[in-house]
């Protein structure tokens, strides 16, 4: 069955850190790839998605992610940190034949001013 | 403003009763789908809807039902079966990558702002 692995549950950074934060799936074949954001009392909103392309993705707010179907994985960086990015981070993974997005269980990133 | 509603957004039930959580999107959207979202475990998969009609269990159905009538609409109720019932339910919808034609279709997620359910 498929699923998404996110490695670190709760990351804690000093401001101007760099940031990465692990995803790795299981499903073998194409895939869609996203990362969300849940910042404290809001809803989920999207980071930046994969679907074809140049393996390096740009996203808001300075983050970016690298597909790197070998690996199966679709790490998330941010060369630094603010405390503004404190949030719950998800990794998901859909395959390209549609159907359902499978998320990973988020990390929680805390940003220490 | 196009999105997604989702009402109510706090709700307090009796054990023993049936709840149904409201779900709307006007972005025309053909997928909609239902997720429980628990303290370190993410977002869970309970139901998904690829069109009218039709939809189909996620990873943890059991408890939970719901229709897809319209396009527009996707309710989830929650039973007296779901054994742990409290939680933040998340509805979302997303246009469908697997049909042709237009804009170049991801399906992406939109999401809906939460309603969180309280079992007394």
């Known amino acids: 069955a498929q699923s998404v692995s996110q490695h670190n549950h709760h990351v804690i950074l000093s401001e101007a850190a760099s940031l990465e934060l692990g995803c790795n799936y299981s499903y073998g074949g194409t895939v869609n790839l996203f990362w969300y954001v849940q910042y404290p009392g809001q809803h989920l909103q999207l980071l930046l998605k994969y679907f074809s392309g140049d393996p390096l993705v740009k996203g808001i707010k300075g983050f970016e992610a690298e597909f790197i179907k070998s690996k199966f994985s679709f790490n998330l960086r941010k060369p630094s940190v603010q405390w503004s990015d404190t949030a719950e981070y998800f990794c998901a993974v859909k395959n390209n034949q549609g159907g359902k997005l499978i998320f990973g269980q988020g990390t929680e990133l805390s940003v220490k001013p | 403003d196009g999105g997604i509603t989702q009402s109510p957004k706090y709700l307090f039930r009796k054990e023993g009763q049936n709840v149904t959580l409201s779900c709307e999107q006007n972005l025309n959207h053909d997928a909609m789908y239902w997720y429980r979202q628990d303290p370190g475990q993410g977002l869970r998969l309970i139901y998904y809807?690829?069109?009218?009609?039709?939809?189909q269990k996620g990873d943890i159905a059991e408890g939970y039902s719901v229709s897809r009538e319209k396009k527009e609409s996707f309710p989830l109720t929650v039973t007296s079966a779901q054994k742990n019932p409290t939680a933040f339910y998340l509805c979302?919808?997303?246009?469908?990558?697997?049909?042709?034609?237009?804009?170049?279709?991801?399906?992406?997620?939109?999401f809906g702002e939460g309603s969180r359910l309280t079992v007394l």
């Open positions: 809807s690829q069109i009218v009609n039709d939809f």
């Open positions: 979302a919808s997303s246009d469908h990558p697997g049909l042709a034609g237009g804009p170049v279709r991801t399906g992406e997620l939109f």
